[in-house]
């Protein structure tokens, strides 16, 4: 008899997230469980997101998966776990249309093909792994018809990457440390979706960087083991900072949240630089764009922009509003201004509309631009060509959707091989 | 009656000190009274010194004090409680020779002149207010004949600059945070002195920089003000370091040594960032510093450099013993070369000699290749200087050296 060649697929976006109080340390390196609970903003996935395309068949005979365009191993504990786990809370599925009946003992025997592809560049530190897991566990829950919530899959994507987790829901999200052993309280819930502060504007200045970062899991590994302040930072910090965060983005009180997402930024930061040997994940461009907001906020008299930095000297700047967003680009231009022949698209990236408000989308933009009159005594010298590789423009964005426009899947829906 | 015009006058030299277990941050700012103690190695000061003379003399109508060349005020509140504090301790002093003849309490009404001359920059960054008023204070004592020892003299320097206070001492040094309220008891203690440890070598780095820093005095208090993490270092983790880094001085052991010293200069930074706003005294550039040594340590096998950074991105770097040191200057050179049209003699002061011993010309050996790894960056160090662990305040008798004028008490 032949054997079936049916393809069942299903194709998911999934958004990243950037964490204002955060995730750094684990008490259960099998599991992934934090020592602290974090708290992030989803961004939009219309400029920063991971499309994942699952596909089931009883032709294909093992379980394989392309990460942007690449196949990769899924040998490892992360993608074992996530998929055992998975599988475990498949249920039946009916395509009556197809004619493919698959019942819930069947799917340990079926082989999965997954292609994967991010839209920003891996290289560019912007928290791929999140999206990426997140994507993969969305996306086989709805193919393997998973009856769970999205806090019950958060669960399976934080064994995939910690902070994936969190991308499971738009808007503000938290992951809570959980106390149990086997980690199934573990896990995130939404705090406000993206429409709660939709004010807000999100700037990020992908910095260029000669070094080669330490990767957040043996860094976060060394933190626990050599800083001795990462304990108390955990237990006697972040508790607090985590209960006025939600306070304040129910509040949509800007000032404390920008006290909060700076000082956290900082502190996680000061504990990599703690660690033994240091790490040092931000760098002179990164500390001139922090002097830059800092001096701005003060001179303002109340916060505008707050920043955050991850495990990499990328800053994530976060406006008040449109009007504040547009000024800071325009301050940051001129501070970090494009190399000579660089087309103004290529160098603000995401939504750049924003460009237009900034009066910089003709050709001679940047070279019109003022120092910003807030910020007369500098931060260096203006023109630092090259220092930022180039910038997004977002804002908060939504959770993971299912796409049903089969021209976005990745994989041919005959062969289930990328196309 | 004619006025008297003699001018009596002496003349002293101090080093400058390093912390290797860090202070910072006040307990109260009017006294200078530290929230842990710290530790430091004074450096030699026949390369970094601080050089005072101090004079009295009934002719002068009020005190005055020039600072490399310069006239300062000296209304502020940590020279005036110096000199209150060191005047209130002066005795009897007579000079046969010169028929000169003063009273304990003459001292109240007789005015000084003093000058001041480090002989490195201060912008270097290199912490040119903890010797100057080491020497200050050393001076004045001995021209007042004031009877105290050295950690009772600790406790006035103290009050002008806190790191000051291990400066009266070589070797290296303990500032006891105290308790009591009157700071009497946070002096400096020598734990031993320059010829314990004379293996090592100091190899100091000055990077250049291009923002101006923030000052310690301002620093330390935002951060006392701001970091939620200071206090858990002040009271769990310091005293605990400076236990073992007094085992690890005591015994020579270079490995605790390494290991205190360079995670102590990371949590201080640690704490600056923790800071609002955050201060980075760090740049770049001691970053790659740090890395250099890291490597290095690591494919030694067992530690051989120790690194240091106070409130500026300079580093201090610390050779386990001559051989080292001369392979490590090899390195920083190969990675930190000067600009094209730079003298050796003066990118690398101090202890010049080391340069000789590096052997400039030729190809850098293999197995120093090995353990820094590759880079090239021109111009990011300023300058080296060569130094070692050296010994306290010394009065100069030889009189050229006196800064102010013996007849008239004014700078040469």
């Known amino acids: 008899m032949a054997t079936e060649k049916w393809v069942f697929m299903v194709t998911a976006k999934t958004p990243t997230n950037i964490a204002v109080i955060k995730y750094w340390g684990k008490r259960d390196e099998v599991r992934i469980l934090p020592v602290n609970d974090s708290i992030s903003v989803t961004l939009d996935p219309d400029h920063l997101c991971t499309v994942t395309t699952v596909a089931v068949s009883p032709a294909f005979d093992r379980d394989r998966m392309w990460l942007n365009g690449k196949e990769i191993s899924l040998s490892g504990s992360r993608y074992q776990n996530c998929l055992r786990e998975i599988r475990s809370r498949a249920g039946d599925v009916e395509d009556k249309e197809k004619g493919i009946k698959i019942g819930k003992k069947d799917w340990e025997k079926l082989h999965l093909h997954i292609a994967s592809h991010n839209n920003f560049p891996t290289a560019a530190g912007l928290a791929s792994s999140a999206a990426g897991f997140a994507c993969l566990v ?22 995939g990457s910690g902070s994936a987790c969190r991308s499971l829901f738009g808007g503000f999200v938290k992951w809570t440390m959980g106390s149990k052993e086997d980690g199934s309280d573990s896990v995130a819930v939404q705090l406000a979706d993206e429409k709660h502060w939709d004010d807000l504007v999100i700037i990020i200045a992908v910095v260029s960087s000669r070094q080669k970062e330490t990767s957040s899991t043996s860094g976060m590994r060394e933190s626990v083991e050599t800083s001795l302040l990462l304990q108390h930072r955990a237990k006697e910090v972040v508790p607090k900072r985590i209960l006025q965060m939600e306070e304040a983005i129910k509040n949509r009180d800007f000032a404390s949240f920008t006290q909060l997402t700076c000082t956290d930024s900082n502190q996680f930061h000061a504990v990599c630089v703690d660690t033994s040997p240091p790490i040092f994940y931000m760098n002179d461009t990164s500390h001139r764009i922090i002097s830059l907001v800092e001096k701005w906020n003060r001179s303002e008299g109340t916060p505008q922009v707050a920043y955050t930095f991850d495990a990499g000297p990328n800053a994530v700047l976060i406006a008040r509003n449109r009007k504040v967003a547009v000024q800071l680009l325009q301050g940051l231009l001129y501070y970090f201004p494009p190399k000579s022949d660089t087309d103004m698209k290529s160098y603000v990236a995401g939504d750049n509309s924003i460009l237009k408000e900034a009066g910089l989308d003709g050709a001679s933009g940047v070279e019109n631009l003022q120092p910003p009159p807030e910020i007369k005594d500098n931060i260096g010298s203006q023109d630092q060509k090259g220092e930022v590789s180039y910038f997004i423009c977002t804002r908060p964005g939504k959770g993971p959707i299912v796409l049903h426009d089969q021209t976005q899947a990745l994989l041919n829906p005959e062969t289930g091989l990328p196309k």
Do not use: C, G, T, Y
């Open 138 to 159: 969305f996306s086989l829950a709805k193919l393997m018809n998973v009856d769970e919530d999205p806090s019950h899959l958060s669960a399976i994507a934080r064994q």
